[in-house]
């Protein structure tokens, strides 16, 4: 967990991970939950509050939730104080009709993050639907949606833009490559 003191990480390596590389990881998660643009309103908002003080952790997420308008602390608890992993999956695929599928998305791993499904076209054609954390968050395990899908409908995956660190990509599209 990023929340400990740098003193008792176990190695060098470990510390350089949860100092490093996971916060840069975090923030563009962030950034595929909250957008871009209220990222970066929200980055800039930080600045601007906190120039010349000393804040803490805390001080960021306050902002964040509060430009962000989303009460997010289901987001710095997964992130900041645990090492659980995330590993969405989808789990089942079936045709309601022609244009319209059923998926069941399964939640693997501990981690809570919305799902960001895309459904491809052979002609390069998408349709995107986002489901909400909030089914992780009161404890499910798998959610089952039914997604428009254009005519010409090849495959569905889940975050295709990678934008969340998944620990098991190879269970995140249908049909399995």
């Known amino acids: 967990e990023m929340m ?3 003193d008792k990480y176990p190695d060098y390596s470990t ?3 949860a100092s490093y590389f996971k916060p840069a990881t975090v923030l563009v998660a962030l950034g595929g939950v909250i957008g871009d643009s209220t990222l970066m309103q929200g980055i800039r908002e930080y600045g601007r509050r906190w120039s010349g003080k000393h804040p803490m952790p805390t001080d960021f997420w ?3 939730n509060q430009v962000s308008g989303r009460n997010l602390d289901w987001f710095w608890r997964s992130w900041y104080y645990e090492t659980w992993k995330l590993d969405q999956a989808i789990a089942e695929v079936e045709r309601a009709n022609q244009d319209t ?3 069941t ?3 693997k791993g501990r981690a809570p993050m919305p799902v960001l499904l895309v459904a491809r076209g052979a002609s ?3 349709t995107s639907l986002t489901v909400p954390v909030d089914a992780w968050l009161q404890g499910e395990k798998k959610v089952t949606v039914r997604m428009a899908v254009p005519d010409d409908f090849t495959r569905v995956e889940i975050d295709p833009t990678q934008r ?14």
């Open 4 to 6: 400990r003191h740098g």
């Open 15 to 17: 510390y350089g991970t």
């Open 62 to 64: 306050d902002t964040m």
């Open 101 to 103: 599928l059923i998926i």
């Open 105 to 107: 998305v399964e939640n």
């Open 124 to 126: 390069g054609d998408t």
């Open 164 to 177: 969340f660190p998944d620990a098991d990509r190879s269970n995140q599209s249908w049909p399995q490559r």
